[in-house]
């Protein structure tokens, strides 16, 4: 069963104002003009108008509904949006949100995130750096409410058939401020109870006075690959950026470190499944056949080999290389380094740089047993021609 389409309208990590961190996603069962929810909201009508111009049919319904293509402007288009998440508050995850909110027109938008994040967001709709055009309480009536999620194990539905889980992670150290704290997302299309899991800006737990991503991955790890097994996550800088100069970002060596922390969670998870399992068959088996199977499972040191086998991640929020330093486009030289580290490291899993424009179709098939290598089938519609089972 389908999933989600996933539109990268921003996947940048600046400084272009046309490529910011926004994703448009909608069930797959609906159409486009039912009501996207906006995934960060760095970009808006200006990017829009440029994937539009390059690709008319982008928010095409005929794929759905067999109907006749219509074209649809770029305004109209993000006045579809019903649901900002937002994973923090920095100027390249808003900026979009902020411009448009006077012009959206239509009924209150609900502004989906952390307390704190939303406090931040209220902040800059104080009247002095942009007109009040945000409430916590939708009786108010302004084009957007402030809408908290909770930072516990639950999740919270948005919408008939989409609910949201926020994990606090790390965004570095603001001096006199502590951790600036950014927000995981695992979204969920609950017919299918497929995810996705979304990180927005954030830094290795390596380095972090307060790390958390080993929380997200833990919570993470269970689900693989059958229920989850597309991670869009940041890796800000290339190769060889010094610790001290990656400003609460990823770079590849890091993602790679954090990737393995993952493939380790899903192996214990693994592990720990199949001595359960193992448990089971001692209540029915014969001793010899318990021995055997005893010996199979849980002998040796835990193999992180193929662990993360049928997940792919989305690297995301390269910063723009202005210096001209590489050759090929930026987001590509990282995506390859993250691959030749985590190939090294045989985690069997699947590294894909994230370019503006690009469509992503998650389409769910039966889930296998993950012992027989469970695997989904992607299509990415757009720029990439890639498609993989
Ligand atoms: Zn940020
Ligand atoms: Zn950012």
């Not at 008319?56 to 402007?73: A, W, Y």
């Not at 060596?253 to 214990?268: I, N, P, R, W």
């Not at 330093?325 to 390859?336: E, L, M, R, T």
Request: charged residues 20%; negative net charge; proline residues 5%.
């Amino acid at each position: 069963m389908p999933a989600f389409n996933i539109i990268a309208l921003g996947c940048g990590g600046g400084p272009d104002e046309h490529n910011l961190s926004c994703y448009l996603f909608k069930p797959h069962e609906q159409s486009w003009d039912d009501g996207i929810f906006a995934l960060d909201a760095g970009s808006s009508i200006g990017a829009l108008n440029k994937l539009l111009a390059e690709q008319p049919e982008l928010f095409d319904m005929k794929q759905i509904t067999g109907s006749v293509h219509v074209s649809h402007s770029a305004s109209e288009v993000y006045s579809w949006i019903r649901n900002f998440i937002i994973t923090h508050a920095h100027l390249d995850h808003v900026n979009g949100m902020v411009l448009s909110a006077g012009s959206m027109g239509g009924p209150s938008r609900s502004v989906i995130g952390a307390h704190r994040c939303l406090q931040d967001i209220e902040s800059i709709f104080s009247g002095r750096i942009w007109p009040k055009l945000a409430s916590w309480s939708e009786a108010d009536s302004l084009p957007l409410t402030l809408t908290p999620l909770p930072d516990n194990d639950q999740y919270t539905s948005i919408a008939s058939s989409v609910s949201i889980r926020m994990m606090p992670i790390s965004h570095g150290q603001h001096e006199g401020l502590g951790t600036y704290w950014s927000s995981a997302f695992f979204i969920r299309h609950d017919p299918s109870a497929r995810e996705f899991l979304f990180f927005g800006d954030v830094e290795p737990d390596s380095i972090a006075a307060e790390p958390r991503n080993r929380n997200v991955w833990r919570s993470a790890a269970e689900k693989i690959p059958e229920q989850l097994n597309t991670i869009f996550i940041e890796c800000s800088w290339p190769s060889g950026r010094a610790d001290d100069r990656l400003y609460g970002h990823l770079s590849p060596e890091h993602l790679c470190a954090e990737l393995t922390v993952l493939a380790c969670e899903v192996s214990g998870y693994r592990k720990r499944a199949l001595v359960s399992l193992e448990h089971d068959y001692e209540r029915e088996e014969s001793h010899r056949a318990r021995k055997r199977q005893r010996k199979r499972l849980v002998s040796g040191p835990p193999s992180l080999h193929g662990a993360l086998n049928g997940v792919r991640v989305y690297v995301t929020h390269c910063k723009e290389d202005n210096q001209g330093d590489h050759q090929q486009p930026i987001h590509k030289v990282i995506a390859d380094q993250v691959q030749r580290l985590v190939d090294a490291q045989q985690l069997d899993v699947e590294i894909i740089a994230v370019e503006q424009g690009m469509h992503i179709l998650t389409v769910a098939i039966l889930p296998l047993p993950f012992t027989q290598g469970a695997r989904d089938v992607y299509i990415i519609i757009g720029r990439s021609d890639r498609t993989g089972i």
